[in-house]
Nanobody
């Protein structure tokens, strides 16, 4: 079993900054992918930023230059730093990991989600 525990989030004014973290634990042999997605009310969940194969990084166009994703492999943790936040960044942010367990099974896991609200 694998668990993802998110922290961070909250209320911030437009132009401000916020940091999120997501720690993976459990029966983890390797992590293929860790990323952040978000879902605003009435919208589909979308990719915000992700790290795959240890070093490949991608960002949604809407956050390029404002958000930074990083990871600590030893801690099995991924971070998302958002700067110059906009009201349209308001959403529930979810952490996702693609994990190979000690039983050699590869599966997707999701965190419980954390609310980020940007006030104008």
């Amino acid at each position: 079993q694998v668990q993802l525990v998110e922290s961070g989030g909250g209320l911030v004014q437009a132009g401000g900054s916020l940091g999120l973290s997501c720690a993976a634990s459990g029966s983890i042999a390797s992590i293929k992918f860790m990323g952040w997605y978000r879902q605003a009310p009435g919208k589909q969940r979308e990719l915000v930023a992700a790290i795959s194969s240890g070093s490949n990084i991608e960002y949604a166009d809407s956050v390029k230059g404002r958000f930074t994703i990083s990871s600590d492999n030893a801690k099995k943790t991924v971070y998302l730093q958002g700067n110059s936040l906009k009201p349209e960044d308001t959403a529930v942010y979810y952490c996702k990991a693609v994990v190979v367990t000690f039983q050699l099974r590869q599966s997707d896991y999701w965190g419980q989600g954390t609310q980020v609200t940007v006030s104008s």
